[in-house]
Nanobody, 122 residues
Framework: QLQLVESGVGLVQAGYTLRLSCIASGRAFSNYAMGWFCQAPGKEREFVAAIAWNPPVTDYRDDLKGRFTISRDNAKNTVYLQMNNLKPEDTAVYYC???????????????WGQGTQVTVSS
């Protein structure tokens, strides 16, 4: 089993920057493509961003390109999501996910973190 634990400040004002972190343990981090998903109140969980192991190819939901950045530090078994110029509509629970392939992680995760609430006030 791969365990994923997210962390990051939960309440920010619109326009601010927030970085979420996700630490993986239990299995070799390098075996997995990593991703972030979000779920807003009353909505289904949506893909946010993904990053492969090596090379660290990335992919983003179209409307987030240029504003969100995913990265990974393989030495620390950690994946990050930097969110710039946050908007109230970014308010959601953000989930870290891992999958065996990059193609899979752009659709769903095989392993999930517990989620962390991000609230953006106007």
């Amino acid at each position: 089993q791969l365990q994923l634990v997210e962390s990051g400040v939960g309440l920010v004002q619109a326009g601010y920057t927030l970085r979420l972190s996700c630490i993986a343990s239990g299995r070799a981090f390098s075996n997995y493509a990593m991703g972030w998903f979000c779920q807003a109140p009353g909505k289904e969980r949506e893909f946010v961003a993904a990053i492969a192991w090596n090379p660290p190819v990335t992919d983003y939901r179209d409307d987030l390109k240029g504003r969100f950045t995913i990265s990974r530090d393989n030495a620390k078994n950690t994946v990050y999501l930097q969110m710039n110029n946050l908007k109230p509509e970014d308010t959601a629970v953000y989930y870290c996910a891992a999958a065996a392939s990059f193609r899979t992680i752009t659709v769903r995760g095989d392993y999930w973190g517990q989620g962390t609430q991000v609230t953006v006030s106007s």
